[in-house]
């Protein structure tokens, strides 16, 4: 029997074969278009990744949206780990982004009104995407180390260097999603630039820009370089994935040009539908996150 089980919501974007290797369960989030706002569909069950980029692709103009995860679809998977008698860690996309992790802690309470003895912990990961996957992956390689379910929910606690530095081609989509000022895309529509983006602590930020989406590519693995130059870090001690969107011969080759450039080894995620909203189709970029076990660093 595991030792906990481990639960996140969808934002977490990581590969099946992780999920089934780590035995991750996923809370799904769901989706609905513009044009079509009565028709609810679940990731991965009514619309795949897949099937969602080729519909954003064939009609930019019919905007998506997402809504996380009610109480009652987490209280239900809680309630499953339950009745095995499986400790549970929920871990979900920062709060700052989204609900989710209000659901979860009002399906905690829900839980623990019905099961005093259960054991659960949910935890607002202040990261999304890619980099909040490897943060589930993380606690998935403490667990399978050996680690108590005590000693894993501290360290979570810790501040863990996660960031996400990325590029888009398009910034309506932040536009829309209440994400940059209505100057920002303006100028975005105005000039051909790919904008950098830092995402760390649940906000984004401003990287500068790139003309063209090479130059974007590039600049980000400088970033990622700089980075750790000037904050002294051992790339050892950090884990890296990235990132892309609908075009996988694309994120191929820039994990390739990541793991030259920058000397690490990746895990490659597409980005799901849950922050492909806010970014569009072609976000690409690079997270990483400093090891649970590292030494702790203030960056």
Same mark, same amino acid.
């Given at each position: ?118 054991? &659960? ?8 995407? $890619?980099?909040? *996957?490897?943060?589930? !992956?993380?606690? %998935?390689?403490? @667990? ?122 990746? &895990? ?8 492909? $909203?806010?970014? *569009?189709?072609?976000? !690409?970029?690079? %997270?990483?996150? @400093? ?9």
């Amino acid at each position: 029997m595991k030792a906990f089980q481990i639960i996140s919501d969808g934002s977490c974007d990581l590969p099946t074969d992780l999920l089934l290797l780590h035995e991750i369960v996923i809370v799904p989030f769901s989706i609905t278009f513009e044009s079509d706002k009565e028709n609810v569909l679940y990731q991965n069950k009514d619309m795949t990744t897949d099937q969602f980029y080729d519909r954003v692709l064939s009609s930019p103009k019919d905007f998506p949206y997402t809504a996380c995860p009610s109480v009652q679809c987490y209280l239900d998977h809680f309630e499953e780990s339950y009745s095995s008698h499986t400790p549970i860690l929920c871990v979900c996309i920062s709060s700052k982004w989204s609900g989710s992790y209000n659901s979860a802690c009002r399906a905690k309470e829900m839980l623990l009104e019905k099961h005093s003895d259960a054991v &659960i912990e949910v935890i607002d990961s202040d990261a999304n995407t $890619v980099c909040q *996957g490897l943060y589930v !992956l993380e606690i %998935a390689r403490l @667990r399978d180390k050996g680690l108590s379910f005590e000693t894993i929910c501290d360290l979570c606690q810790v501040e863990h260097g996660e960031r996400i530095i990325f590029s888009v081609s398009d910034l309506s989509y932040l536009l829309h999603g209440g994400r940059i000022g209505n100057l920002a895309a303006t100028i975005a529509r105005i000039f051909p630039i790919n904008p950098l983006i830092i995402a760390k602590h649940g906000e984004i930020y401003s990287g500068g820009i790139a003309l063209k989406r090479r130059r974007a590519m590039l600049s980000i693995i400088q970033k990622v370089n700089e980075h750790f130059l000037k904050h002294h870090l051992k790339k050892e001690e950090y884990v890296f994935s990235v990132g892309y969107c609908y075009n996988r011969d694309e994120g191929e080759m820039f994990q390739k040009e990541v793991e030259k450039k920058v000397g690490v080894k990746t &895990i490659l995620s597409q980005i799901g539908m849950t922050i492909a $909203v806010h970014t *569009g189709p072609e976000a !690409l970029g690079v %997270a990483f996150i @400093r090891k649970f076990d590292a030494p702790y660093v203030r960056e």
